[in-house]
């Protein structure tokens, strides 16, 4: 009997710990950026595999990248669990996008939402071609979850006025809703002043909950998207090129190039920047920039090709894979190429100018030169031939095999074609190229 107890205890108590409800908590403040895009994804996914009562995202932002803020509306709006948007204080711009994304709306006193007019870097309004993909973004995002779209709308163009509020009807003005306004027109569910009136609302008091912060890995890619880091990397990168090109073979230069462009294009991937197609042009550039180095001599239409080519993708990598590319990113983009190729050929000008002279460059470089009259030769000498006469040992087209003085060598012919067995003399030597012309 006492067995019989002790069994059902545990089954009980397994029941409860299995019972018990898990909510996965995103803090979205400061600006929205790219980084934050992969932090949120992350959060989502993990709470579905712990199949996880609902995800709090607490807003509390002035907006930030579009882009950013699309693509985590697309993983909010994706996710098979609950998702809470609990506004305190402010969701403007792109945080109102991200908050509507959520299936339940709450908002804390006196907090605001809207106010989502897509505006540049210096703060102007953007073209009508950006006000337009926003108004359908936040129209067809309201739609989803059972808002009103004009509202939605009225937030990106002043020129929608929401005419059955008339407190709301103003074609002067943005749309920006108080907590209170927000209530009125559906778009928040409820008020609460903390966290746990948010729990309590709903039958979530007693969830654990678990507060997901930004891992390592996702600061790294987020570090490296800096303007000024992914500058820093593209002018290593074709730094290292340059060098590769001016220098024989494969070096340590190129190899510090090739790994700074795979983590601009690898940053770039992960923030959704970077297309597939984009990094196979840049690694079918940089295979016909292999070939010309190793197996072409000299430098010709397949490096140039290849360059062409690896450049191009790094362009369109800065430029990023948003629907809409306006002009001022283009010639932003335009600009940190432009100021990473100039000053990696600066830099590599420096480094040809001044380095040889230092004791870095004589412990790199071998000082001393190896001559002919020391002894050092790459080919041998064979001027001795000149003047010598022989006989085709195969159909010369122009380049054939000789007999000359009972030893075989290669040679070619002065441009004409000489039959096998016909007599020949030796022209001329130019290192290990010997010429012939036919006797008589």
Excluded at 123 to 144: D, I, L
Excluded at 393 to 413: N, Q
């Amino acid at each position: 009997m006492f067995s019989i107890l002790v069994l059902l205890t545990i089954f009980i108590a397994s029941s409860n710990a299995e019972e018990k409800k898990k909510v996965y908590l995103i803090d979205i403040s400061g600006d929205i950026d790219l980084g934050l895009a992969p932090y949120v994804q992350r959060v989502i996914n993990e709470a579905e595999e712990s199949k996880a009562s609902a995800v709090i995202l607490k807003v509390n932002t002035f907006g930030g990248r579009v882009d950013a803020a699309t693509q985590i509306r697309d993983a909010i709006i994706n996710s098979k669990v609950l998702t809470i948007a609990f506004i305190d204080k402010r969701a403007i711009s792109a945080g109102a996008l991200i908050s509507i994304a959520a299936k339940k709306i709450v908002m804390s006193p006196g907090s605001t939402i809207g106010a989502t007019t897509v505006v540049d870097q210096s703060g102007t309004k953007a073209t009508e071609k950006y006000q337009s993909y926003m108004r359908s973004e936040m129209r067809s995002t309201a739609e989803r979850n059972g808002r009103r779209p004009d509202i939605a709308e009225a937030m990106v163009d002043e020129r929608i006025v929401i005419k059955d509020f008339p407190e709301l009807d103003d074609s002067t003005k943005l749309l920006t809703l108080t907590t209170e306004e927000a209530l009125k027109v559906g778009y928040c569910d409820f008020v609460a002043s903390n966290l746990q009136e948010v729990l309590s609302h709903f039958n979530l008091k007693d969830a654990e909950v678990v507060s997901s912060e930004i891992n390592w890995a996702e600061k790294v890619v987020s570090f490296l998207h800096n303007p000024i880091i992914s500058g820093i990397l593209i002018m290593l990168g074709i730094l290292g090129l340059l060098t590769e090109i001016k220098t024989p073979g494969w070096g340590l230069a190129g190899t510090i190039g090739l790994i700074s462009l795979a983590l601009f294009f690898g940053a770039g991937y992960i923030l959704q920047l970077a297309n597939v197609w984009e990094i196979l042009v840049f690694i079918v550039g940089f295979v016909l920039l292999i070939i010309e180095i190793f197996f072409i001599p000299g430098f010709g239409f397949l490096g140039i090709l290849g360059i062409i080519m690896m450049i191009g993708a790094i362009f369109f990598g800065l430029i990023g894979d948003f629907p809409i590319i306006s002009e001022n990113e283009i010639s932003n983009a335009l600009i940190q190429l432009a100021a990473s190729l100039v000053a990696s050929i600066v830099f590599l000008f420096i480094l040809w100018r001044f380095l040889p002279g230092t004791p870095i460059w004589g412990r790199l470089i071998l000082a001393t030169s190896e001559n002919q009259k020391e002894g050092f030769v790459s080919n041998p000498d064979l001027s001795f031939l000149v003047g010598k006469r022989g006989k085709a040992l195969s159909l010369l087209r122009p380049a054939g095999i000789a007999i000359i003085e009972g030893k075989r060598y290669d040679v070619v012919s002065e441009g004409e074609f000489i039959q096998k067995d016909e007599e020949v003399e030796v022209t001329e030597v130019i290192g290990s190229k010997i010429i012939v012309k036919r006797l008589g």
